[in-house]
């Protein structure tokens, strides 16, 4: 922290001489003789320790670093070693020594930058009872830690390092560099989410490496032999992907410079610049197939990795169905159908049993029959009602022609001119002579005057008359009133 808190971090209650005052008092030995003004106290300098650390992006802070950014017309607070001693009791204060050997005591060895020193086992009496709170020792803000924790892993599952479950401890400084403003904050990041059980820390040849939890795992497990198989193999396709683009750099270059030879009218130059050219695309077509082949390596890891994890599935569920069918068996299945089909059997036969039995309820039996008889008599139907009487006059003579009369009346032109055409067919076909009723027309189509053609009426009668045997006699034709109206 910065040797003074600037005016934006500070509370209002910073410009009230009499309330700063009163603040930057020490606190009393026992909490019981005031506990207003202890609580009030630490009401204030506790969250504004917190704030002004997030503020700055800082996770750990030393009591000097403290008194020096509040100090206030030249007087530090003098109650902030009492602070420190109720947050280290209430878990917000930690010693960063005590923060590391608690998740890990391999970090001791690393040599980060941390101000690792034996742990010192705090207990309540102890910091209770004592004052002294060494100045320049770090103490790390948990609540703040966890958020660069969380922070963290956000960005690394946002980034294309995401892909690879172990990542250089270089590369993620540098990709949280917002975030974790220096190495210590970065680490104490890592020893929270490793605490978390979300990553853990190897060293591999000198190299610090981190493995993050993947998609779907609840936790991390430790760096084995085929996490280091992979991350070598990333990290050589790294390095030949890096040199075959230098690679095709250099070839441009030497492109460029032959042209700018040539160019000059120095041939010989331009041509060593081709021969260098074609060595360097060489190399780099040599680059390009080993970095295939650690590509295919790769590619065939990650389907392994799938092929993985159907056949745990597949496992997983030949158990269940062992366990589902371990007192199923084809023998007890078959005693389970005979017991079902004799069940059955008997079954039916008590239903027959029982649909024999004959309850007789007693009486005069020809009595109930007779009763029968009578209900059936007097539901019989009554007799239909008589018809009328058969009439025994003749028939009139003219029936017909009334009939034909009241028919055609309400035929059309065309109807009628249909009924003649069947008509005379019909006394064609069955070669009956015409007799002077038959071929009156006038007496049978009375309505035949106004709207039928008389030239059609003409042609029937043409056809008639040529008929052998139906040749209407002459006194027929002169008396028929259609007749001569046609003509």
């Known amino acids: 922290m910065s040797a003074s808190a600037p005016p934006a971090e500070l509370p209002p209650e910073w410009a009230d001489d009499e309330r700063m005052a009163f603040l930057f008092s020490a606190f009393k030995l026992n909490r019981e003789v005031n506990c207003t003004d202890w609580d009030g106290k630490m009401s204030f300098w506790a969250p504004l320790i917190v704030s002004c650390c997030r503020r700055r992006g800082a996770v750990s802070v030393t009591l000097q670093e403290l008194s020096e950014s509040f100090r206030r017309n030249g007087t530090v607070p003098l109650g902030l070693p009492t602070v420190f001693q ?3 009791r209430r878990g917000k204060l930690q010693k ?8 890990d005591p391999g970090w001791l060895s690393w040599g980060v930058g941390l101000l690792l020193v034996r742990p010192l086992k705090w207990t309540l009496t102890t910091v209770l009872g ?17 958020e660069k924790a969380s922070e963290l892993l956000h960005v690394y599952r946002g980034s294309p390092a995401a892909k690879r479950t172990l990542v250089p401890f270089q590369e993620l400084r540098g990709m949280a560099a917002h975030i974790c403003p220096d190495e210590t904050t970065l680490c104490l990041a890592l020893l929270q989410l490793q605490r978390e059980k979300q990553v853990t820390v190897a060293v ?21 032999e085929v996490d280091l198989g992979i991350y070598q193999l990333q990290r050589s396709e790294r390095l030949l992907g890096e040199s075959v683009e230098a690679l095709a750099q250099e070839a441009e270059r030497c492109r460029e410079e032959a042209r700018t030879l040539l160019g000059q009218g120095k041939k010989t130059q331009a041509l060593q610049c081709l021969r260098a050219r074609k060595r360097v695309e060489k190399r780099a077509d040599s680059l390009h197939a080993q970095l295939e082949t650690v590509q295919g390596i790769l590619e065939r890891i990650a389907n392994s990795h799938t092929d993985r994890l159907v056949v745990q599935a597949y496992q997983a569920g030949v158990s269940a169905l062992k366990l589902s069918l371990k007192d199923v068996t084809v023998e007890r299945a078959e005693n389970l159908v005979d017991q079902i089909q004799e069940l059955c059997d008997a079954q039916d036969e008590v239903n027959q049993t029982l649909a024999g039995l004959d309850i007789s309820m007693g009486g005069d039996t020809d009595e109930l029959e007779a009763e029968l008889r009578s209900i059936l008599e007097d539901s019989t139907p009554d007799s239909p009602p008589p018809l009328p009487e058969v009439p025994t006059k003749p028939l009139p003579s003219n029936l017909g022609k009334i009939i034909g009369q009241t028919c055609i009346t309400c035929m059309p032109d065309h109807f009628i001119y249909i009924y003649i055409y069947i008509y005379i067919y019909n006394i064609i076909l069955h070669q009956k002579p015409v007799s002077t009723s038959t071929v009156c027309f006038q007496t049978h189509f009375p309505l035949i005057k106004v709207g039928i053609d008389r030239q059609q009426i003409i042609l029937v009668f043409s056809l008639i008359a040529a008929s052998p045997g139906l040749k209407p006699s002459s006194s027929t034709l002169k008396s028929t009133p259609a007749l001569e109206a046609a003509q």
């Not at 960063?96 to 998740?103: D, K």
């Not at 993947?214 to 084995?224: F, I």
């Open 130 to 146: 004592s004052n002294r709170v060494p100045p320049e020792e770090p103490y790390v803000v948990t609540d703040l830690v966890k």
């Open 204 to 224: 591999h040849e000198g190299e610090k490496i981190v493995k993050f939890t993947q998609a779907g795992q609840s936790c991390v497990s430790l760096v084995g």
């Open 96 to 103: 960063e020594s005590e923060f590391a050997a608690l998740v």
């Open 86 to 88: 109720d947050m280290i």
